[in-house]
C-alpha cells in the first residue's frame, strides 16, 4: 500500500495507476476505521484494479457545537486496516493540505435535497460533505466512488453532484453492516455507554418492526412511522429527531409506501448522534 498526504503524491500515485491501465476505485472516509468502511474497500476492490482510500475529517461538515474537536482517530490503526483490507493508496491530507487558503470560499450547495432529514437538524452539514467529496472527485478522478448506504441523504446528494456537475464517476452504495445484535456500525458509537447501546439498538429496532407492517400489508406511511416511533419511545435515553419514509431519488415524503421506499431515522442516543435507515421490503440490503 502507497500512503500519501498531499495532493502532488496523491495525483501522481493516480497517474501511475492510469498508465497501467488501472480503472480507479474510491472510497472517502472520516477514518477510525470499522468493518463498515472494510466492506466498501471490498465493493470497490470487485470495480477496480486500484482502490483508493481517503481518510480526512472533513471540519466543513462540523458545526460549532458539534464533535469535531472529539471526533474519533486513530491514523495508524486505519493505516494498518486499509493494508490489510487489500487497499493500494490512503490519503490521509491535513486540514492545510486540503484548504490552504483557509476555510473553502466557493462551496457545493443542493438547496431543497440538503435542508431535510438530518440538514434540517445539521445546517450546513452536506455543503461541507459535497465540497469536500467534489475536491476529493477531482484529486483522485475515480471511475467509481463507494459510499455506505447508512448514510442514506449523503449517498443520494453525492449521486446527485456527479449527476448534475458532469462528474465521469459511477456512484454506489454498499449495504449497512450491522453488529451482531444489529446496531448500525458507527465510528460514533464508541460514545455510548452500556446502558445507551442497549437504547440505540431501539433505532434498528423501530425500522425492522416499520418493515414488518408494511410486509403484513400495511402502506399507510403515517402507520409505519407511528410504529417506529413507538418502538423508540422505551428508550430512556433516546431523543427522537426524525422518523420519515421517503423516496429514493427526490427524499420526497411519501404518503403510500412502495417496495424500496426509505424508512430513514436520527435520533440522540445519550449525547450521541445516531442515523439509521431501511429500504422497506428489501431482503438483499442486509
Known amino acids: 500500500?502507497?500512503?500519501?498526504?498531499?495532493?502532488?503524491?496523491?495525483?501522481?500515485?493516480?497517474?501511475?495507476?492510469?498508465r497501467k491501465g488501472h480503472r480507479i476505485g474510491f472510497v472517502p472516509t472520516m477514518g477510525y476505521l470499522h468493518e463498515g468502511h472494510l466492506s466498501l474497500i471490498d465493493e470497490a476492490r470487485t470495480r477496480a484494479d486500484t482502490?483508493?482510500?481517503?481518510?480526512?475529517?472533513?471540519?466543513?461538515?462540523?458545526?460549532?457545537?458539534?464533535?469535531?474537536?472529539?471526533?474519533?482517530?486513530?491514523?495508524?490503526?486505519?493505516?494498518?486496516?486499509?493494508?490489510?483490507?487489500?487497499?493500494?493508496?490512503?490519503?490521509?491530507?491535513?486540514v492545510e493540505e486540503m484548504y490552504p487558503h483557509g476555510n473553502a470560499a466557493v462551496v457545493v450547495t443542493a438547496p431543497g435535497l440538503a435542508d431535510r432529514l438530518c440538514g434540517a437538524f445539521r445546517p450546513g452539514h452536506f455543503q461541507g460533505v459535497l465540497t469536500v467529496v467534489a475536491k476529493l472527485f477531482?484529486?483522485?478522478?475515480?471511475?467509481?466512488?463507494?459510499?455506505?448506504?447508512k448514510d442514506f441523504q449523503q449517498y443520494v446528494l453525492i449521486r446527485r453532484m456527479a449527476a448534475d456537475l458532469d462528474f465521469p464517476v459511477e456512484v454506489v452504495a454498499a449495504p449497512i453492516v450491522r453488529d451482531v445484535d444489529g446496531l448500525a456500525l458507527s465510528s460514533r458509537n464508541v460514545y455510548l455507554s452500556a446502558a445507551e447501546r442497549e437504547d440505540a439498538l431501539l433505532l434498528s429496532r423501530s425500522l425492522r418492526a416499520a418493515d414488518a407492517e408494511f410486509r403484513a400489508g400495511f402502506t399507510e406511511a403515517a402507520r409505519l412511522i407511528a410504529k417506529a416511533r413507538a418502538t423508540l419511545a422505551a428508550g430512556r435515553?433516546?431523543?427522537?429527531?426524525?422518523?420519515?419514509?421517503?423516496?429514493?431519488?427526490?427524499?420526497?415524503?411519501?404518503?403510500?409506501?412502495?417496495?424500496?421506499?426509505?424508512?430513514?431515522?436520527?435520533?440522540?442516543?445519550g449525547s450521541t448522534r445516531l442515523i439509521d435507515n431501511i429500504a422497506l421490503h428489501d431482503d438483499a440490503q442486509e
Open 1 to 18: 500500500m502507497i500512503r500519501v498526504a498531499t495532493r502532488e503524491a496523491l495525483r501522481a500515485s493516480v497517474a501511475e495507476a492510469r
Open 51 to 94: 482502490v483508493v482510500i481517503s481518510v480526512f475529517v472533513n471540519p466543513l461538515q462540523f458545526g460549532p457545537q458539534e464533535d469535531l474537536a472529539r471526533y474519533p482517530r486513530d491514523l495508524e490503526r486505519d493505516a494498518q486496516l486499509v493494508a490489510a483490507r487489500g487497499g493500494d493508496i490512503l490519503f490521509a491530507p491535513s
Open 138 to 149: 477531482h484529486l483522485v478522478t475515480p471511475d467509481i466512488a463507494v459510499f455506505g448506504r
Open 237 to 269: 435515553t433516546v431523543s427522537l429527531q426524525y422518523v420519515e419514509l421517503v423516496d429514493t431519488s427526490s427524499l420526497d415524503a411519501v404518503s403510500q409506501a412502495r417496495a424500496g421506499d426509505v424508512l430513514a431515522v436520527a435520533a440522540i442516543v
